[in-house]
């Protein structure tokens, strides 16, 4: 299928080592402008602000508070999915044993049919079973 190529980048655009490459040689330049600049980016030069001890108090605030995004996410909004509904219903350990009784009583008429697993169900041994638990 020969035709018109379509999408890609634009001719004459620089590929990324030659970006890298600009970008180098712009340091290295305001290097030799500035001989005392600053050699990381804003963020980091937020960090070195509000870690120095021998800064003023408000202006190490200033810089945390600015440098606050980028290190951690801020809090979104939840909405609950009942929200305006009834209550989340906690049930107690009783009312679960009741009603498992109950569902056990209505398995044992043959009421409701059960479907077992094919291999073995383990269930947690109880402290009078158990011979490694100490009485």
């Given amino acids: 299928m020969a035709g018109k190529k379509t999408g890609g980048r634009v001719a004459g655009t620089p590929n990324k080592r030659k970006r890298q490459a600009v970008v180098a040689e712009a340091i290295a330049r305001?290097?030799?402008?500035?001989?005392?600049a600053f050699a990381g980016d804003a963020h980091a030069l937020l960090i070195a602000t509000y870690k120095n001890p021998n800064l003023d108090l408000h202006v190490r605030l200033e810089a945390a508070k600015a440098a606050l995004p980028y290190e951690k996410p801020r809090l979104q909004a939840?909405?609950?999915?009942?929200e305006g509904?009834?209550?989340?219903?906690v049930l107690s350990e009783l009312e679960i044993g009741r009603r498992l009784a109950f569902?056990?009583?209505l398995i044992a008429r043959g009421e409701v049919k059960v479907k077992m697993p094919d291999q073995g169900l383990v269930l947690p041994r109880s402290k009078e079973s158990d011979p490694n638990v100490e009485r």
Avoid: R, S
């Fill in 30 to 36: 305001v290097g030799e402008t500035i001989p005392d």
């Fill in 85 to 89: 509904g009834e209550p989340t219903k």
């Fill in 103 to 105: 569902v056990l009583e």
């Fill in 78 to 82: 939840v909405t609950l999915a009942n």
